[in-house]
């Protein structure tokens, strides 16, 4: 089991680079689109672009708390969500609302890493799901999850 299941779009990359950038690309993907664009859903069951902004919304309120427990409790576990289950409420948001959520909360966490040592680096945290894993291993699962939601946004604003 990958205790990061989205290390093949990370491909080894620098994961800091990656988080600093993904807002200003979100905002650059869906500057232009129509409201019928972003809600446009590619089949059924599958999410629209502004479902995807929900979510990397939601998603980055559950790594500020993943990232602050790791660090404040010795061997923190997880709290694993079921995403689908949160998506059921996804109608209540728009895309500003969404953009503007992750935005604040992905700056408030690149902040917080700017504070993160080697030593923090290596704190282990335990996903039930996953198993034992490292602070950093968060940090780039939230990064190449930033990079499979992008790929998802460009390939959908591209089919329009």
């Given at each position: 089991?990958d205790l990061n299941p ?155």
């Amino acid at each position: 089991m990958d205790l990061n299941p989205y290390a093949q779009f990370l491909g080894g990359q620098d994961p800091i680079p990656v988080l600093t950038s993904t807002a200003e690309k979100l905002h650059a993907l869906t500057a232009n689109l129509s409201g019928a664009q972003l809600n446009r859903t590619p089949a059924p069951g599958k999410w629209s672009i502004r479902e995807i902004l929900a979510h990397l919304a939601d998603c980055e309120l559950v790594f500020s708390f993943r990232l602050r427990q790791t660090l404040a409790e010795d061997h923190h576990i997880i709290q694993p969500f079921d995403q689908e289950r949160w998506a059921t409420r996804y109608a209540a948001y728009d895309t500003a609302s969404a953009l503007a959520l992750f935005q604040a909360a992905r700056n408030w966490n690149l902040r917080f890493l700017t504070s993160v040592t080697e030593s923090d680096r290596r704190q282990p945290i335990t996903h039930p799901e996953r198993g034992t894993m490292t602070f950093w291993t968060i940090v780039e699962t939230m990064a190449g999850h930033d990079i499979n939601h992008l790929q998802q946004i460009e390939r959908l604003a591209a089919s329009e």
